[in-house]
């Protein structure tokens, strides 16, 4: 027993080569000189917040941002703006940049001015509740003290409140920005932004604050205002500033003013143009170009090349793609599954238009193989009508051409065949004759 349990002890002493030795996986990454692509990576992390002078193609946008930031100087409130305009296009990044640099002169004035920033899109809910809960905890976090407010438990009135008292205890001028402001849907027939703005828009007369408050509304369209309660739309008056989408000569120029976040020589010959090209076929997005550009580097660093190339851009677009329509479909139900991929099979051998009556047809034929419900056109149609909410795809009423009559053309916005390979990966398409689908879809649209 003893020479057992020496054997025993020994090998529970010994190194294990799959998690202990010197020459394990995790040593070879985490140890030795580990050489990179990057000199400093924040500046491809679209999240940073960079100086003025990297920002391109915006001039008009910062001139109006800065002469509305300026009142906070001369101790007057600043006017709301409103900041328009498609994704990526830099309404974020160009009035949290001059925020700062108001920051930096406020200070040297002995002005006590900061702003506050919620992107009501990543929230748990898109209640009022919620909303005014977070922008107490940021705002309670720029001023340095607690905000010790539960969640749940206390009124939205009490919260709005101590969010009011920190702000009058702690600021002579603070600006709340609020993103994706669309989202702050909440529950009544009055969406919950409606409230919020009305809120924060009379803050000054009805609450006895002497903070100089306002705010910045960050949304993609202005079309947000159609919903305002008379009483907000009376009562908040913002300044427009229009966002247009970049070109790929405009995105060429804010990814070389962001080459710094490489060292030197570490950007191969066509890698900013190739980028740029993809941001512009994704509507001009600065923020998905910039992302593309720091994946392509991690793919580079993951391989050990010191040279990031073409081939690790459309590597890196290819996982982005992957992975956007891969959180799309991962949120669909059954039904809506097999209308998607019905839509994508007749897509794909159509040069990328799907009519829905054809699409209907290979949506029946794969429920037969699939021995599932078969929902009626209507119900089918409506399933893809949801799906364009998500950015998948889009829907036009044409007539003439398929057998004449009017009908649904639905065209995706996603590569077709990402979208096709993301629904096969789930088991159960396993048993769907893929080819024969796409035989009888090519007869139908003949």
């Not at 419900?373 to 795809?393: C, F, M, P, R």
């Amino acid at each position: 027993m003893a020479d057992e349990l020496g054997s025993s002890t020994k090998e529970k002493n010994e190194p294990d080569s799959a998690s202990g030795s010197e020459d394990s996986i995790v040593d070879d990454i985490l140890g030795g000189d580990r050489r990179s692509v990057f000199a400093d990576k924040s500046l491809v992390d679209s999240n940073t917040i960079v100086d003025h002078d990297r920002i391109y193609g915006r001039d008009e946008q910062l001139a109006a941002e800065a002469r509305a930031f300026r009142d906070t100087l001369d101790g007057e409130r600043p006017p709301d703006l409103l900041l328009y305009g498609p994704s990526g296009t830099g309404k974020s990044l160009t009035v949290k940049s001059v925020a700062e640099k108001v920051k930096e002169r406020a200070r040297e004035a002995n002005i006590s001015f900061d702003y506050v920033s919620v992107n009501f899109k990543t929230m748990e809910s898109y209640t009022l509740d919620r909303a005014v809960w977070k922008l107490g905890k940021q705002t309670a976090k720029r001023a340095g003290v607690s905000w010790d407010i539960p969640q749940k438990g206390v009124s939205t009135d009490e919260k709005y409140v101590q969010l009011y008292d920190i702000a009058d205890r702690h600021f002579d001028a603070l600006v709340f920005i609020l993103d994706e402001i669309d989202a702050l849907t909440g529950r009544g027939d009055e969406p919950a932004y409606s409230r919020l703005l009305y809120s924060l828009s009379r803050v000054m007369a009805e609450q006895h604050v002497d903070t100089l408050i306002s705010t910045v509304v960050v949304t993609n369209s202005p079309r947000f205002r159609q919903n305002l309660d008379s009483r907000s739309d009376s009562s908040y008056n913002p300044n427009g500033i229009h966002f247009s989408d970049y070109n790929a000569n405009e995105l060429i120029e804010i990814l070389n003013r962001r080459r710094d976040a490489f060292v030197d020589g570490a950007l191969g010959e066509g890698v900013i143009k190739l980028v740029a090209a993809y941001g512009a076929r994704n509507e001009g997005d600065a923020r998905r170009a910039i992302d593309l550009l720091r994946d392509a580097g991690e793919i580079a660093n993951s391989k050990g090349d010191t040279t990031v190339t073409e081939d690790h851009v459309r590597a890196a677009n290819d996982s982005v793609v992957k992975n956007r329509v891969l959180e799309i479909v991962r949120g669909l139900s059954l039904q809506k599954k097999l209308t998607v991929y019905a839509a994508a099979i007749v897509a794909d051998i159509n040069s990328g238009a799907a009519p829905s009556p054809a699409v209907y047809k290979i949506y029946k034929l794969i429920c037969h193989n699939l021995d599932s419900d078969i929902y009626t056109q209507e119900t089918v149609n409506s399933h893809i009508d949801k799906a364009e909410t998500y950015g998948l795809l889009e829907t036009d009423r044409t007539s003439g051409g398929y057998k004449s009559g009017v009908y649904l053309l639905f065209r995706f916005e996603e590569p077709v065949s990402a979208v096709i390979e993301t629904l096969e990966e789930d088991s159960m398409f396993d048993d769907i004759d893929s080819e024969n689908l796409r035989e009888t879809a090519a007869q139908l649209c003949s």
